[in-house]
């Protein structure tokens, strides 16, 4: 992601599905099939309680809702529990948003569960947007710094988040004094 960012691109569909671990340990950011350029971005059309869940082949569902891949012309792009909150209302995604994704992902590798709950789509969009997380669970070993840091990136307010990839990954190297966190968003190795 990191160097995506760099690159003036933005994924927009970060979640643990589009990462791999090679042989050799080290760590690719796979499917890029929603990037987009930062400066280029379409604003889309929001997620509104009526509208019905929509997989990528046009079914819909009502069994599974938050799992969905919605890229259908006029919804939202994207994996809903993995996405930022300005990416669920239809404004344009930028590298801030992929920070959120990243640390979604994070925060349920850290402490066993996402940082958001809701019974269905709807439910889950109201508490990302709200910045209603779950508790950390009493006995995590997860340093203060590292949680701050995660916490931070999945602040509901963009401009509240980290300034940049960069900025968020050398808080966590710092919090964790190991390169892991690198590897992950930059895809090295």
Not at 7 to 29: I, S
Not at 121 to 136: D, P, V, W, Y
Request: hydrophobic fraction near 40%; charged fraction near 25%.
């Amino acid at each position: 992601l990191e160097a995506a960012h760099a690159g003036a691109l933005v994924h927009r569909d970060f979640k643990p599905d589009n990462v791999m671990v090679g042989e050799t340990g080290r760590v690719r950011v796979l499917d890029f099939g929603l990037v987009r350029a930062s400066e280029a971005l379409d604003p889309i059309t929001p997620i509104k309680p009526s509208t019905p869940s929509t997989r990528e082949s046009g079914e819909t569902s009502e069994a599974n809702p938050l799992g969905l891949l919605l890229t259908r012309a006029g919804s939202v792009l994207g994996t809903p529990v993995y996405m930022a909150p300005e990416q669920h209302v239809g404004e344009p995604a930028d590298a801030r948003s992929d920070q959120f994704s990243f640390c979604v992902t994070a925060f349920e590798a850290l402490f066993g569960r996402r940082p958001f709950a809701g019974e269905s789509l709807i439910a889950l969009i109201e508490a990302t947007r709200s910045g209603e997380l779950r508790a950390i669970p009493s006995d995590s070993a997860v340093s203060r710094r590292v949680r701050e840091a995660v916490l931070r990136a999945l602040a509901a307010d963009p401009g509240l988040r980290w300034p940049s990839m960069t900025a968020l990954l050398a808080e966590l190297e710092a919090g964790r004094g190991r390169p892991r966190w690198a590897l992950l968003a930059a895809g090295g190795g």
